[in-house]
């Protein structure tokens, strides 16, 4: 079965730093494209970033460009998300994400909270 286990999550001070991660199973991770996305309290879930199979090609949010870092390592089956000049704006529940078979797979979404 295809598992998305994420882990990194929790409070930082604005102007801080976070990094998420995401383990993936039971899918061939390396040939498919996996995301970032995120829903803040009273919105919609956004798409936050993307990267492709081979790490070559990465999409971003506007709000989000410049701050955060989408990578993959393929030897680790792992996903992250740099989380760099963290703004209020940015708390949300983040959740890892990939497309599977015609089915969407999601992490648990842990808890970003940005707050002094």
Do not use: H
Not at 18 to 44: H, N, V
Not at 47 to 61: D, K, Q
Not at 96 to 102: L, N
Request: charged share 20%; glycine share 12%; with cysteine.
């Amino acid at each position: 079965e295809v598992q998305l286990v994420e882990s990194g999550g929790g409070l930082v001070q604005p102007g801080g730093s976070l990094r998420l991660s995401c383990a993936a199973s039971g899918f061939t991770f390396s040939r498919d494209i996996m995301s970032w996305y995120r829903q803040a309290p009273g919105k919609e879930r956004e798409l936050v970033a993307a990267i492709t199979s081979a790490g070559g090609l990465t999409n971003y949010a506007d709000s989000v460009k410049g701050r955060f870092t989408i990578s993959r390592d393929n030897a680790k089956n792992t996903v992250y998300l740099q989380m760099n000049g963290l703004k209020p704006e940015d708390t949300a529940v983040y959740y890892c994400q990939v497309r599977f078979t015609g089915v969407d797979y999601w992490g648990k979404g842990p808890l970003v909270t940005v707050s002094s």
